[in-house]
C-alpha cells in the first residue's frame, strides 16, 4: 500500500529565512499531493496541492516542488515568520479519490 | 462560506462506553472522510462516505462504524471504548468533482479521552 514518509520530525529556522520540508512517498501511480499545516489544538489546514503532470506550483511564500523519479515532495516556505510555527504533513491521494495516507508530520520552529 | 465543523470539541469516556461524533461538511460537499490522530500513529484513515455510502474503509476493527445522512452531514460511532481510542478524531469534506481527487478540508476535531 501507500505510505508516505518525513526526513526531519523538527526543523527550527530563523525568522526570515526560507524554510524546506521534505517528504517521500512510495506510489509512483499517485496522482495528486497535498500539503497542509496543523496548528496547536486546531484541525490540519491546506495549503497547497499539486497533480502528478506539475513539476511546482507555487502560491503565496509557498512552493511545492514534485519529483515523480525519485518520489519526493517538497515544501518551500519563503522567508518564514512566527506565524508559520506548526506542524506540516504531505499527504497523497489514492487514485480513488477518498483516501489520503498522510506523512508523519514536522514540526517547523520559527525562531524571532 | 463554513467551514466544516464538529461537535463535540471535547469528550471523555471510560472504558466499555460508546461514543458518537457528528460532522458537519461545507455546504455543496457530498463526501465525508473521518481520520484519528495520535501522537504515535499519526494521521490514519477511518473510512469516507459519498451519498450516503461507505466508499472506502482504513485498518480499524468493527467497533469503528460511521454513517452519512441524505444531507451530507455523517456521524461515527466507537463502541465499546478502550484506553487506546484516545486521540483526536476528524472529519474532512470534499466534493468531489467528476470522481476525481479533490482536496479535502479538515474540522478542528473533536478530542476523545478514554479513562
Known amino acids: 500500500g501507500e505510505s508516505v514518509g518525513l526526513h526531519l520530525p523538527t526543523l527550527s529556522v530563523q525568522e526570515g529565512d526560507n524554510s524546506i520540508i521534505n517528504c517521500a512517498y512510495s506510489n509512483s501511480a499517485s496522482d495528486y499531493f497535498i500539503w497542509y499545516k496543523q496548528e496547536s489544538g486546531k484541525g490540519p489546514q491546506f495549503i497547497i496541492d499539486?497533480?502528478?503532470?506539475?513539476d511546482k506550483r507555487q502560491g503565496q511564500r509557498v512552493t511545492v516542488l514534485l519529483n515523480k523519479t525519485v518520489k519526493h515532495l517538497s515544501l518551500q516556505i519563503a522567508a518564514t515568520q512566527p506565524g508559520d510555527s506548526a506542524v506540516y504533513f504531505c499527504?497523497?491521494?489514492?487514485?480513488?479519490?477518498?483516501?489520503?495516507?498522510f506523512g508523519g508530520g514536522t514540526r517547523l520552529m520559527v525562531k524571532p | 462560506k463554513a467551514g466544516v465543523t464538529q461537535t463535540p470539541r471535547y469528550l471523555i469516556k471510560t472504558r466499555g462506553q460508546q461514543v458518537t461524533l457528528s460532522c458537519s461538511p461545507i455546504?455543496?460537499?457530498?463526501?465525508v472522510s473521518w481520520y484519528q490522530q495520535t501522537p504515535g500513529q499519526g494521521l490514519q484513515f477511518l473510512f469516507e462516505y459519498f451519498s450516503e455510502t461507505q466508499r472506502n474503509k482504513g485498518n480499524f476493527p468493527g467497533r469503528f462504524s460511521g454513517r452519512q445522512f441524505s444531507n451530507s452531514r455523517s456521524e461515527m460511532n466507537v463502541s465499546t471504548l478502550e484506553l487506546g481510542d484516545s486521540a483526536l478524531y476528524l472529519c474532512?469534506?470534499?466534493?468531489?468533482?467528476?470522481?476525481?481527487?479533490?482536496?479535502?478540508?479538515f474540522g478542528p476535531g473533536t478530542r476523545l479521552t478514554v479513562l
Open positions: 474532512a469534506s470534499s466534493l468531489p468533482t467528476s470522481g476525481r481527487t479533490d482536496t479535502q478540508y
Open positions: 455546504s455543496g460537499h457530498r463526501s
Open positions: 499539486i497533480r502528478s503532470n506539475m
Open positions: 499527504a497523497v491521494e489514492n487514485n480513488a479519490g477518498n483516501m489520503l495516507t
